[in-house]
């Protein structure tokens, strides 16, 4: 989440350093996904405190984002692209997940970075995919790993996908799905991330996905 300062053509990170505006409620959320919490709060507390005082205030909210990394240990979206790869214990929801490329999300925010009529919320989720049609998509490109099993994928409701149309209005553009999977894939392979260890611990769905 960035701000925007008139007139300066600026972005810089949100600090909380204002208190909470009454008409501000904390969502309900389980008390130990601070996470989440924290995140909403903190972007609804941004626009409201932009709306009071006239800061123009623009979000940018990404969904899962794959791509290649630049730090050498695996974070947690990478983690849930290799636990589909390799299957483990875990089961997971078969929910719509929102996929965007880290690559992708870099060039949205130079987009509204330079764009003079972005304002307010954008969403940065282009694509759009239950977990069985990924493990499938997987299956095809990918037919050597184990892959998570089917079993393991229970059914929930699925609700409407997140738009991006924002965000593309403004002339952004993404890369297809299965172009970032395999730059993601390319990638873990490189780094060993999907290396078996003998005597190793099971890999694991991260539990946080499993949450929201």
């Known amino acids: 989440m960035y ?8 972005f810089g ?11 501000i409620s904390t969502p309900r959320i389980g008390p130990t996904d601070w ?19 006239g800061l123009d205030v623009v979000t940018l909210n990404p969904a899962v984002v794959f791509g290649p990394l630049l730090q050498p240990s695996v974070n947690a979206s990478s983690q849930f692209l290799i636990y589909f790869l390799k299957g ?8 719509l997940w929102h996929i965007v490329d880290v690559r992708d999300t870099a060039d949205a925010l130079l987009v509204l970075y330079e764009a003079p009529e972005a304002a307010g ?16 998509l997987l299956k095809s490109m990918y037919p050597d ?13 699925h609700p409407a996908p997140m738009t991006t149309d924002k965000l593309k209005k403004l002339g952004w553009t993404c890369r297809s799905l299965e172009e970032t999977i395999a730059d993601s894939v390319e990638y873990c392979q ?17 539990p946080f996905y499993n949450k929201i």
């Open 35 to 53: 996470y989440s919490v924290s995140k909403i709060t903190a972007e609804e507390a941004a626009l409201e405190y932009g709306r009071r005082t």
């Open 13 to 23: 990170g949100w600090l909380s350093c204002h208190p909470l505006s009454p008409s």
């Open 88 to 95: 483990g214990p875990d089961r997971m929801r078969d929910k």
């Open 145 to 157: 790993y184990p892959l998570v099993s089917k079993e393991s994928i229970y059914d929930v409701d």
């Open 3 to 10: 701000w925007r300062p008139r007139p300066l053509r600026r």
């Open 121 to 136: 919320r954008h969403i940065c989720a282009p694509h759009v995919i239950t977990a069985r049609d990924l493990r499938d």
């Open 190 to 206: 490189q780094a060993g991330f999907l290396d078996d260890v003998e005597g190793g611990a099971p890999c694991r769905f991260p």
